[in-house]
């Protein structure tokens, strides 16, 4: 079993940052793969950014590719998703999530999810 908290979102101008911390505890969290998604309001989850478990490798979804860092320190048991140049369209609930397998970017293959932490970007 595990746990996902989320972490460090807020309120922000437009062009402002934030970084998002996703800290996982029971078992090993570097064995999992990691996700972010996030939800605006009236509209449904979509995939942000991802991490594998294994070597590393990152994936984004277009609309953040150039703004947007994941990144994770397993000694922390912890994800990252730093946030650069933000706009109003990133403004929504951040959910991280997790899964044993490579990282995909559909929610629906993930076994673990936290809360979430609303970020919201003002124009």
């Known amino acids: 079993q595990v746990q996902l908290v989320e972490s460090g979102g807020g309120y922000v101008q437009t062009g402002g940052s934030l970084r998002l911390s996703c800290a996982g505890s029971g078992r090993t969290f570097g064995s999992y793969s990691v996700a972010w998604f996030r939800q605006a309001q009236g509209k449904e989850r979509v995939f942000v950014a991802s991490?594998?478990?294994?070597?590393?490798?990152?994936y984004y979804a277009d609309s953040v590719k150039g703004r947007f860092t994941i990144s994770r320190d397993n000694a922390k048991n912890t994800v990252y998703l730093r946030m650069n140049s933000l706009n109003p369209e990133d403004t929504a609930v951040y959910y991280c999530?997790?899964?044993?397998?490579?990282?995909?970017?559909?929610?629906?293959?993930?076994?673990?999810r936290g809360q979430g932490t609303q970020v919201t970007v003002s124009s």
């Open positions: 999530a997790a899964r044993a397998g490579y990282a995909t970017s559909a929610e629906i293959s993930y076994d673990y």
């Open positions: 991490i594998n478990r294994s070597d590393g490798t990152t």
